[in-house]
DNA sequence: GCCTAGGTCCCGTGA
DNA sequence: TCACGGGGCCTAGGC
């Protein structure tokens, strides 16, 4: 049995054949189309070739022929997709009742319409996020600092979680912030939160720890205003031996090409 | 001339077909096939049906059966895509010099191989972005407070832009940030961010509004806290009108429905 | 090139 | 369900 078949017919056969494929298949159509939007904002895309798809939980992307994100999109949840035809042209078109926002594609031409019987369990395996930094952190303390001592991870405050917190051999505490990208002002301002609410809270004294991938000279001067400590880790030359580890059984399995 | 050509062969003609039309078409695979990318993060896709699109300017985006986000995908500006053959494997990779990011695709089986001969020289139309919302404020101060006037839009400090800057009929400085959608912790903590700024180098008394489509319980806590005021805009009921006149001549063209 | 901020962000997690 | 925060965020705009 073919996984993929290109649908033939007027603008009508199709928008009868795609109902009946919706949510059964995933549908993918290569025409020239516009394509208008009305929701959280208004878009409005002049004629062009461009590819559809639309997946089986009704998920819609409108790609052109430039960049990774879609010139238009509707994510799954909204109401059925509607498939149907004005003279010659194919009319895709979804409402989410509860934004009432409306998505329509009209395609003037249609150069090929193809259905997709894809089947896929797998689930995709990350290694490298920032909570697996923050636990590297934890594990490897001298990083931070000589005297660093974690105590926990995810710290609650109203102010949001603290990534890391821990305590010097004075019994200073210290607040860890990690990101994996280069730190932004936002960061810093972040950390000064948690830190002015543990002052107030504890009465002590509370050092503050920026750690990121790299420093702006703007993010630098806020952070010697604040009287905190910046910290740069290049995380994908510590990772990489770890992760291996991590996923070397799956990965044997990537390079013995045995399918699944 | 054929807009869609589908591609025939092995492993190693579509390799070195692909090659070739690589950057002069869009090409669309089906096909059962697993991912590894290493770079920013470490992620392994196991073995599964996918629709992989390569983009003329080698943006290359994988499709799973479901929702908007690709599985995986690479920004162009990498290397050179690389088309290849291991055995009866269809292999895709690149590599990005710079952040030494690299992603392998293995295609076991090739259920159909599509390239399209696209062109788009349209533009995406876009309103109601925040800046869209920005200018509407400033021309509309009585949303804001019966005695706003705006002085200043887009007013830089060192802590970042301030979208709106006003002051009412005592003098009083009033900041106003403004939000598309509903407010977050962060927003009300960028606004504190802002007004601590002016009330230290100013020396005056300085009045915050959030603008947003909506607040949260915790998020109007924080503005009592800091003496904010909330404004809630539906946006989407303010604009219709005026977005449809920025757009009547496009949107003729749109229901005119002549191509281009 | 880097830095900054917006996004129809999307998406997972947890309450 | 909603709120919150991360993301290989992506992308546009400034400098």
Same mark, same amino acid.
């Given at each position: 049995?073919?996984?993929?078949?290109?649908?033939?017919?007027?603008?009508?056969?199709?928008?009868?054949?795609?109902?009946?494929?919706?949510?059964?298949?995933?549908?993918?159509?290569?025409?020239?189309?516009?394509?208008?939007?009305?929701?959280?904002?208004?878009?409005?895309?002049?004629?062009?070739?461009?590819?559809?798809?639309?997946?089986?939980?009704?998920?819609?992307?409108?790609?052109?022929?430039?960049?990774?994100?879609?010139?238009?999109?509707? +994510?799954?949840?909204?109401?059925?997709?509607?498939?149907? $035809?004005?003279? @010659?042209?194919? !009319?895709? =078109?979804?409402? &989410?009742?509860?934004?009432?926002?409306?998505?329509?594609?009209?395609?003037?031409?249609?150069?090929?319409?193809?259905?997709?019987?894809?089947?896929?369990?797998?689930?995709?395996?990350?290694?490298?996020?920032?909570?697996?930094?923050?636990?590297?952190?934890?594990?490897?303390?001298?990083?931070?600092?000589?005297?660093?001592?974690?105590?926990?991870?995810?710290?609650?405050?109203?102010?949001?979680?603290?990534?890391?917190?821990?305590?010097?051999?004075?019994?200073?505490?210290?607040?860890?912030?990690?990101?994996?990208?280069?730190?932004?002002?936002?960061?810093?301002?972040?950390?000064?939160?948690?830190?002015?609410?543990?002052?107030?809270?504890? +009465?002590?004294?509370?050092?503050?720890?920026?750690?990121? $991938?790299?420093? @702006?000279?703007? !993010?630098? =001067?806020?952070? &010697?205003?604040?009287?905190?400590?910046?910290?740069?880790?290049?995380?994908?030359?510590?990772?990489?031996?770890?992760?291996?580890?991590?996923?070397?059984?799956?990965?044997?399995?990537?390079?013995?090409?045995?399918?699944?």
């Amino acid at each position: 049995m073919k996984r993929t078949i290109n649908l033939k017919g007027t603008a009508k056969e199709l928008a009868q054949q795609l109902s009946e494929e919706s949510c059964k298949k995933t549908i993918v159509i290569f025409g020239f189309c516009k394509a208008i939007f009305d929701g959280r904002i208004k878009s409005f895309l002049p004629g062009g070739d461009r590819l559809l798809i639309v997946k089986k939980d009704e998920s819609l992307i409108l790609h052109g022929s430039k960049g990774v994100k879609p010139l238009n999109w509707q +994510k799954s949840g909204a109401g059925k997709i509607n498939y149907s $035809a004005k003279g @010659s042209t194919l !009319v895709v =078109s979804t409402f &989410r009742p509860k934004t009432k926002e409306t998505l329509e594609i009209l395609f003037t031409r249609v150069y090929q319409t193809t259905t997709f019987d894809d089947h896929d369990s797998a689930t995709l395996n990350i290694f490298g996020s920032e909570s697996d930094l923050s636990d590297y952190l934890f594990d490897h303390p001298e990083i931070i600092g000589p005297d660093f001592q974690p105590t926990t991870r995810e710290y609650e405050t109203p102010f949001g979680f603290i990534d890391l917190r821990g305590v010097d051999k004075h019994g200073n505490i210290i607040i860890v912030e990690v990101k994996k990208q280069s730190a932004t002002p936002a960061d810093a301002h972040q950390l000064k939160r948690y830190v002015d609410y543990f002052q107030d809270v504890e +009465k002590v004294s509370v050092r503050g720890v920026l750690v990121a $991938a790299g420093f @702006s000279e703007k !993010v630098l =001067s806020l952070l &010697r205003t604040y009287d905190f400590k910046p910290v740069v880790v290049f995380w994908q030359e510590i990772f990489p031996s770890k992760a291996t580890l991590n996923m070397s059984h799956t990965l044997d399995d990537f390079y013995n090409n045995n399918p699944k």
